[in-house]
């Protein structure tokens, strides 16, 4: 949304480029062609210069994500599920109560 300012901004920019007669126009155009004309031939455009690397960089990428899914199901790390682990200290989990207890209770029973 614009804000009153930017809309005389705007407006004031429309009106003053209507305003603008064909002699400042073609001075524009012959100041530009100097400006084309001036800047070195060897002088490349930024996505020109990136052009050259997409291809090696998109080979690598889908390469590695190639690598990743040919090789994760040969993975010695299997994940572990969340309730193997829960079995595993089982013990502990039932007598957390107890644990608690103990801790509450520790300086009493130093005696």
């Excluded at 031939?41 to 990136?50: D, E, F, I, T, Y």
């Excluded at 690598?60 to 010695?76: G, H, Q, T």
Aim: glycine content about 2%; proline content about 6%; hydrophobic content about 45%.
């Amino acid at each position: 949304m614009k804000t009153e300012f930017e809309q005389g901004v705007q407006s004031d920019l429309r009106h003053s480029e209507q305003l603008v007669d064909a002699e400042r126009l073609q001075q524009l155009a012959a100041f530009r062609q100097q400006a084309l004309e001036a800047m070195p031939a060897n002088v490349a455009l930024p996505r020109h210069r990136l052009r050259p690397l997409l291809w090696p960089t998109a080979g690598m990428a889908l390469a590695s994500i190639l690598l990743l899914v040919l090789a994760l199901p040969f993975s010695p790390f299997k994940p572990t599920l969340l309730n193997e682990s829960l079995s595993d200290n089982r013990e502990l989990y039932d007598d957390l109560e107890f644990y608690y207890w103990l801790a509450e209770n520790e300086e009493d029973l130093r005696g």
